[in-house]
């Protein structure tokens, strides 16, 4: 008998250890937060989830960080959302203009390509041969936010006192779409996304203008993010070029956009956009209000 | 009181039969037909529920994903509401991946229809749901619900329609049936009165031949079967008046024999008995026994003209009367010359009669108004021909203005060796008007007199146009 209830007492203390180490694992738990990751909209958002969810999935399983996209319905909206320090992360050019940079964001990792210029592109049997000509004529941009969209190009239109009709098509290749459609004479564009895009549709185009080469768009971080989460999601980041199933999701996505190769992640600071600074410190003042 | 199938079935016309077994397997057949058909359409309209179904969620996914990308709750609900209103759409629902579920539901009343008939139809609410997966993350799901009541009601509606057609087609089908039994009945109803009469001894029934060819073709046999049966009925009793008249004839021989033939045979006898007792010469005897059998000889000579007129061929064609009478008239020529008469010869027919009895009876009538002319005036006898009640016969009269007959008299005149004055006054056998009569009814006619004595008499008989034995003139 008292074998029996020995046994009944450990028995009941384990239980109460275990229902111990339960109530201890609750808060951890709880404390468990899924991160905003906003993309800009340079594309459609369904384009922008087919690509950048299988990225995050795979930096959420490797830094052990829960990683959400948040997109907005234009690169407005999504740019507004980082203005109000919704998203802990995001891909974004629109955050280094003078007045924004007091918002926390700091560059934490950049795609691996040579960057990215601004530029006017007409159908390539159009004839306009220089920024002159589309002086009166509609030209597609794809949101007042767009920094080779928009803000690089159109600084170039206003220092040559080229007055132009802007249509806002709401992303990239929204603008690219009104140009092939014939409704603009030319369009505004990132040149990595124009280039991608002729490609995937098999579009013909010839440039007007283009700006200098400027670092491809960044992935920043917000200072409210804990400093170790930033850590893991920079490192995941850097090593997803080196890790074969890194590379197989980014091959897998880099097929979805109609990139050639796929394009992993380099280690990036602020540093490292030093020219966005100074573009913005000589851009033309009326162009200073993206309003 | 109840009418049982079988009594009800027991009582109807053959039409009527035929018509219900004609309306009973088409009512069926048509019935399988058309519920094989909505059958059919209604597994068609199923699988075509099901596409209807896939297409509408293939175009709500993207929508709603596009918004649940955004994370826009209040758009993807107005895409709901939006898919709601599409027709059989009754629901639609996303539920996101943490399971929040908006939804939109519209209340499609249900078809009225019977419970037979949706079960035959066999059409469910179509479901079909589908996951939002975007770059390999799940943004839950999305799922429709399609209503097939309006589908079922329509198809109801066509059924309806069709049972409509089917039934007025029945309807005129069954009446047009109905007219043309009618029609085709109506002839044998006729032929079925005509039998009846002709059971009731009407032989005069005839059919107008109508109808289809089939029964016209009977009513024509059944015309000539009431032909036959009517001549051979006619002949028949042609047969028994000949039958009857001779039976008359021979009782009329009998008295003949017994009395005519005697009484000469008895004067011979007797006169012969006092020529033999005067030693044979007696020259006055021996006259009347010449007298008496010159009459036996006059006798016999005129019962072989009598029983000869039985023996004749009956005629195979028509004859003038008009020649006839002229005949008998160019015969009778020295009789009327010689009283200073005249016979008038009127517009006279061709008749069915053989030219000999005919020539006969003209001179039998002639020489009787030349021997009962009157003596006070000249004979004026006139012959003419006039329609006859009788159908297919003539009436022919002969008028004298003679001394007349009373009318005590006038059925006896025309019995056999009936005479109305003795010999001495009128000579001959009285034969003639026997053998007039004979002709006449032999010929299937009937003789009658007229007369009013001391003012003349007034014979009149009808005879066939045409062959009383065959309708056709």
């Known amino acids: 008998m008292s074998s029996i209830t020995v046994s009944r007492r450990h028995v009941i203390a384990g239980l109460a250890a275990c229902a111990s180490l339960a109530a201890l694992a609750r808060p951890l738990r709880a404390e468990e937060k899924t991160y905003s990751f906003g993309v800009l909209n340079q594309r459609s958002v369904p384009l922008i989830a087919q690509y950048w969810n299988p990225i995050l999935a795979y930096l959420s399983r490797k830094a052990g960080v829960s990683l959400e996209l948040k997109v907005g319905r234009t690169a407005p909206e999504t740019t507004a959302m980082a203005l109000r320090r919704e998203l802990d992360f995001t891909y974004s050019n629109h955050l280094f203009r003078p007045d924004r940079l007091g918002l926390g964001y700091h560059v934490i990792a950049a795609p691996a390509t040579e960057g990215i210029r601004g530029q006017v592109v007409v159908m390539a049997d159009s004839r306009l041969r220089d920024l002159s000509g589309l002086r009166g004529q509609d030209v597609a941009f794809p949101s007042k936010e767009s920094f080779a969209g928009f803000q690089l190009p159109m600084d170039a239109l206003i220092k040559d006192s080229i007055e132009v009709k802007p249509v806002f098509a709401g992303n990239q290749e929204g603008a690219m779409g009104q140009l092939r459609a014939g409704r603009v004479a030319a369009a505004a564009v990132n040149s990595q996304l124009m280039a991608a895009f002729a490609l995937r549709e098999g579009l013909s185009y010839r440039v007007l203008w283009q700006s200098e080469l400027f670092r491809d768009i960044p992935i920043m971080a917000n200072d409210h993010v804990p400093p170790a989460m930033i850590t893991a999601v920079q490192a995941a980041l850097i090593a997803m070029g080196d890790d074969p199933e890194g590379m197989a999701v980014l091959s897998q996505v880099a097929e979805i956009w109609g990139i050639n190769k796929p394009i992993p992640f380099i280690r990036a600071s602020d540093a490292d956009y030093e020219s966005y600074r100074r573009f913005y410190a000589g851009m033309s003042p009326s162009l200073e209000s993206p309003e | 009181m109840t009418l049982s199938p079988f009594r009800f079935w027991h009582g109807l016309s053959l039409a009527g039969r035929l018509l219900l077994v004609l309306l009973l397997c088409t009512s069926i057949s048509t019935l399988w037909l058309l519920f094989q058909q ?212 021979m009782a009329r021989f ?133 329609p006859s009640d009788q159908d297919g016969f003539v009436r022919l009269s002969v008028a004298d203005n003679g001394i007349g007959i009373d009318r005590q008299y006038f059925d006896m005149i025309f019995d056999v060796f009936r005479r109305l004055h003795t010999r001495d006054v009128h000579p001959g056998n009285g034969i003639g008007l026997a053998a007039v009569r004979k002709i006449v009814t032999m010929a299937g006619g009937e003789i009658g007199l007229e007369s009013t004595p001391g003012q003349g008499t007034c014979f009149s008989f009808t005879l066939p146009l045409r062959n009383p034995d065959n309708g056709a003139s």
Not at chain 2, 138 to 154: A, N
Not at chain 2, 279 to 303: K, W
Not at chain 2, 315 to 334: G, I, R, Y
């Open chain 2, 38 to 249: 909505l059958a059919t359409e209604s597994h068609n309209y199923s699988d075509s529920l099901v596409r209807k179904t896939h297409d509408e969620i293939s175009s709500l996914a993207p929508q709603v994903a596009d918004q649940a990308l955004i994370g826009d709750y209040t758009a993807i609900q107005q895409i709901l509401d939006r898919f709601t209103v599409h027709a059989y759409v009754e629901e639609a629902i996303w539920t996101d991946a943490k399971g929040i579920r908006l939804f939109s539901h519209t209340d499609k009343p249900p078809a009225k229809i019977p419970a037979l008939i949706r079960r035959i139809m066999g059409m469910t609410d179509i479901v079909e749901a589908l996951p939002l997966v975007i770059g390999g993350h799940s943004y839950g799901s999305v799922s429709l619900r399609l209503d097939p009541s309006e589908i079922q009601e329509q198809l109801w509606r066509n059924l309806l329609q069709s049972a409509l057609g089917l039934a007025l087609s029945w309807g005129l089908q069954a009446g047009l049936i109905l007219v043309v039994l009618r029609h085709s009945i109506a002839p044998l109803t006729d032929m079925d009165e005509a039998v009846h009469r002709m059971e009731t001894g009407d032989l005069s029934a005839r059919l107008y031949p109508s109808g289809s060819p089939e029964v016209r073709h009977l009513m024509v046999g059944f015309n000539a079967m009431a032909q036959a049966i009517e001549s051979a009925t006619h002949q028949s009793g042609r047969n028994l008046a000949e039958t009857e008249t001779a039976r008359a004839d």
């Open chain 2, 254 to 386: 009998s008295e003949i024999l017994t009395h005519h033939m005697q009484e000469p045979v008895r004067q011979i006898v007797a006169f012969a008995q006092i020529l033999q007792k005067c030693g044979g010469n007696d020259p006055e005897s021996l006259g009347f026994i010449i007298d008496a059998a010159r009459r036996q000889r006059s006798l016999l000579t005129d019962i072989e003209l009598y029983l000869a007129l039985s023996h004749l061929p009956l005629a195979n064609t028509t004859a003038s009367s008009m020649d006839a009478a002229k005949t008998a008239l160019a015969d009778l020529a020295p009789l009327l010359t010689a009283c200073g008469g005249h016979i008038t010869l009127g517009n006279l027919p061709m008749v069915w009669l053989d030219r000999q009895r005919m020539v006969l009876l003209f001179k039998e009538l002639f020489g009787n108004a030349i021997e009962y002319r009157s003596p006070d005036r000249t004979l004026e006898v006139t012959v003419s021909a006039e």
